[in-house]
C-alpha cells in the first residue's frame, strides 16, 4: 500500500492511496472539507466526506502525468516502471505542477 498527500495551493486537501494496482482510494481531509471556502479539487472529485474508490488511477491524478517519449524517459531516468502510474506519479508531481495541485508521499 502506497500513499500520497495531496495539496491545492499548498494546502492538505486530502489522501490518495494506491492498496494495488487495481485498486486506488481519495478523501478529502476533514478540515479541508469543512472549510466552505475551499473548493473541491476537480470536478470529478466533489468535495464530499465519503471515499472515493477506483479500479484505476482516477483519471485526474493520470492526467497529470507525462505521455510518450516523456513519459519513457521520466520511467528511465527515475528507475519506475513505466506503467507504474501511482510511482510516477509520487515522483514527479511534488513541485512544479501546471495546475493547483501537488502530492506529497507518505513514508
Known amino acids: 500500500m502506497r500513499s500520497l498527500e495531496i495539496?491545492?495551493?499548498g494546502i492538505l486537501a486530502g489522501v490518495?492511496?494506491?492498496e494495488n494496482r487495481k485498486h486506488y482510494i481519495f478523501k478529502y481531509d476533514?478540515?479541508?472539507f469543512i472549510d466552505k471556502s475551499k473548493p473541491s479539487i476537480s470536478l470529478t472529485l466533489?468535495?464530499?466526506q465519503k471515499e472515493y474508490s477506483s479500479e484505476f488511477l482516477f483519471p485526474f491524478f493520470f492526467n497529470m502525468?507525462?505521455?510518450g517519449v516523456n513519459r519513457k524517459l521520466q520511467s528511465i531516468q527515475?528507475?519506475?516502471d513505466e506503467e507504474d502510474d501511482f510511482g510516477l506519479l509520487a515522483a514527479t508531481a511534488q513541485y512544479d505542477t501546471i495546475g493547483a495541485?501537488?502530492?506529497k508521499?507518505?513514508?
Open 65 to 67: 502525468l507525462s505521455e
Open 105 to 107: 508521499p507518505i513514508i
Open 78 to 80: 527515475l528507475k519506475i
Open 16 to 18: 490518495l492511496i494506491e
Open 30 to 32: 476533514d478540515k479541508y
Open 101 to 103: 495541485i501537488t502530492v
Open 46 to 48: 466533489p468535495k464530499t
Open 7 to 9: 495539496y491545492r495551493n
